[in-house]
């Protein structure tokens, strides 16, 4: 297994949080602030993006997710709140079904249960072909103008962008595979952690059957929906997107 990079700061219980598709490290800025006087921030980099980006990328969400359980285990972490978004979200899925009782507390963010995303912008095999074509810079140039209201003039469009670019061009495909070949619909109703599902109502990469699957099939689950939203409520409206996980994981 690989050593990834990973981001480790603040003091308390971890909260680890696994960036999505075309992400990195970088993109979880606004929450590595507000949450490192209270808890000890893990924000690793997947193997092949972000400060992983020279690391063998992965082509399954099992081997990402056994990813991030290995340089947790390297760093002798036995419990944590687990978040993840959009693709990480699904690899924050895989984590629970393979050490479910690691987690204490688990947010889904910006995800669903299915991989072979249905009313997604454009299917996955249309991403793949159009990468092709395009190559990375249009590419994530391309897909991270869907997860703003405001397209590329949002505020932290540039971290998208950014990371997008960083990301190998082996990695963004096996991602696109990865995803393309995940289903983790039959094991929602195994995960008994508290959960807290998070959409942004704008939201073009995953509609609110994802999001409605996932509310309607975890036994122990809680839904917000924020409004005026795309896919990236936690850069869109950062403040509200704390607030909203900070009270879910101090309450008793």
């Known amino acids: 297994m690989q050593d990834i990079f990973v981001e480790d700061v603040g003091n308390g219980t971890p909260l680890v949080l696994v960036h999505g598709f075309l992400g990195s490290s970088d993109m979880w800025g606004p929450q590595i602030k507000f ?4 808890f000890r921030v893990i924000a690793p980099a997947l193997p092949g993006f972000g400060k992983s980006s020279n690391l063998k990328s992965c082509n399954t969400i099992e081997c990402m997710a056994k990813s991030i359980l290995y340089s947790l285990d390297k760093k002798n972490i036995k419990n944590f709140n687990l978040l993840g978004h959009s693709m990480g979200g699904m690899i924050a899925q895989e984590i629970v079904r393979l050490s479910d009782k690691k987690i204490l ?8 249960p299915r991989g072979n995303i249905p009313g997604r912008f454009e299917s996955i095999n249309e991403s793949r072909e159009k990468l092709k074509v395009d190559g990375l810079k249009i590419t994530a140039d391309r897909i991270a103008k869907t997860w703003f209201v405001k397209e590329d003039k949002a505020e932290y469009f540039y971290l998208c962008e950014e990371a997008g670019t960083q990301t190998s061009i082996e990695a963004v495909d096996n991602g696109f595979i990865a995803m ?10 195994n995960i008994k952690n508290e959960t807290l599902i998070i959409w942004g109502k704008k939201d073009r990469a995953y509609n609110f059957n994802q999001v409605e699957t996932l509310n309607n099939n975890i036994p122990n689950s809680d839904l917000k929906i924020i409004e005026d939203c795309s896919h990236n409520v936690h850069l869109e409206k950062p403040d509200q997107f704390n607030i909203i996980v900070d009270k879910f994981l101090r309450k008793k």
């Open 35 to 38: 949450f490192k006087d209270n």
């Open 105 to 112: 507390k688990l947010i889904c963010y910006g995800t669903g």
């Open 180 to 189: 393309k070949n995940w289903n983790g619909v039959e094991n929602l109703k």
